[in-house]
């Protein structure tokens, strides 16, 4: 019996993150554009000295 390998792990692997985070992404900014990705960036990035809390105050703790 031949011992089992994972030629193939590494390429598919990428390929799939590729597909379902890169991929996405570049269509997104080459068809929406600079605001698009300006939304995505703000979403996936906060800044997170500034938010709100459970009344809807905005607290800034932000150091100017």
Known sequence: MKPYHNKG???ASLIV???LVGLPFV?????WGKDWFDLY???AFPERCRYEDNKHNIIDTCED
């Not at 269509?27 to 068809?31: A, D, F, H, Q, R």
Request: proline share 7%; glycine share 8%; no cysteine.
């Open 9 to 11: 792990f590494l390429p």
């Open 17 to 19: 993150l590729f597909l």
């Open 27 to 31: 269509i997104g900014y080459l068809t």
């Open 41 to 43: 960036m703000k979403q």
